[in-house]
């Protein structure tokens, strides 16, 4: 299965996702071919559904070897995960693969409790995470209800171009 990531302002970014049977095959082949163009995405450490078109409540993550982590779950791949949990709240930088040429300043909880059902055997899986690995898991969440990093930043003084490195 070949994906395209979408950009801002792609309708499939608005909008709530859709639950999906995490039994389902084509569920399960979106979900590997998600985590392999995660991993082929420089710097990228997950994507939701709807960056690459589908608007399924589905996404991968996975922070291992990235700065500031402090916990790893490793490869996180869940279908309608839920938030249970959260506490703190820490203003840090964030970037998207849809919202290319921006960066922005973002408030979230500084540690979660997520829980959803793997593809391919619909098992429950339950993440306890803080730090960055919190951030990221939060960042994917909100793509499956349809916000972007840009409707979470305080205004146009927390925007930033994006570095490019050669």
């Known amino acids: 299965m070949e994906l395209d990531v979408r950009h801002a302002p792609d309708p499939v970014l608005s909008g709530v996702c859709a639950r999906v049977d995490p039994l ?3 569920v399960v082949e979106l979900a590997e071919a998600m985590v392999a163009l995660m991993r082929a ?10 960056q690459v078109g589908h608007a399924v409540s589905l996404f991968v993550l996975d922070v291992t070897g990235g700065r500031r982590v402090e916990s790893c779950a490793g490869l996180v791949v869940l279908c309608a995960p839920v938030l249970v949990a959260h506490q703190g709240r820490e203003v840090r930088r964030e970037g998207c693969l ?3 040429d921006l960066t922005g300043d973002v408030a979230r909880s500084t540690s979660v409790v997520v ?3 793997v593809p391919g055997t619909g098992e429950s899986r339950r993440i306890e995470a803080n730090a960055f690995e919190a951030r990221a898991l939060q960042h994917e969440l909100d793509h ?3 916000l972007l990093f840009l409707d979470r930043v305080a205004g146009a003084h927390a925007l930033f171009a994006r570095k490019r490195y050669l």
Request: glycine letters at 18%; proline letters at 18%; hydrophobic letters at 30%.
């Open 24 to 26: 389902d095959p084509t």
């Open 41 to 50: 995405s420089p710097g990228c450490v997950g994507i939701a559904a709807p």
């Open 98 to 100: 849809s919202v290319p």
């Open 115 to 117: 829980e959803g059902l």
């Open 144 to 146: 499956l209800q349809g």
